[in-house]
């Protein structure tokens, strides 16, 4: 019987991982500056990059559509071995986000403080919020993977890379007679006599 979750699991791990790659790259911490000192708060901000963000989601999100490509590609234990992966790298977006919740506002303050601008309480971005339900989705479709993925449908044999079967004969090991008159062609084009037996 046909399982279902594939379409559905795919689809929204898929959109977490995307998700969750994009918010990694955006700052989750925003600060105003109060009175003339915003230029000054703009350029210490501009020249430190990073200041706001969390990176390391921004990567485990990488790895995580990397886990859903390769999953769609393989079969059987390797498959299962791919989803027990991004399960890992799902939950190592859920630490990064509660790790920016704990500390991320305070040490974007301590780095402000040098540059002497005048600057209100740090706030969350949006990109920030967007990151939870991302990290959340992300090891919810990759535990039904590690269940199901073995049930999954896997790509068709016809994109396996070809191997020649151990009885086929090359065209030298045929007789002209009954080798392709393109093959004798290129036989000749070569410089190799197609008359001629094959060495031992």
Known sequence: MRDRTFGPVVVLGLAAGTLAAVAGSRDWVEVEAQGPDEALLQAWWTASPGLAQMPLSGALGLVVLACWGVLLV?????????????????????ATWVSALVDLQDRVVERLEPSGATFGDPTWTTWFWAAAPAALVAV?????????????????????????RPDAESPAETPV?????????????????PTQDPAP
């Open 140 to 164: 919810a479709t990759f535990a039904v993977a590690v269940r199901r993925a073995p049930r999954w449908p896997a790509m068709g044999s016809r994109y396996d890379a070809p191997t020649r």
């Open 74 to 94: 393989t079969r059987g234990r390797w498959r299962r071995a791919v989803a027990v992966a991004g399960t890992v790298a799902s939950l190592g977006l859920v």
């Open 177 to 193: 007679q009954e080798q392709d008159p393109t093959a004798v062609w290129k036989a000749l084009d070569e410089g190799r006599d």
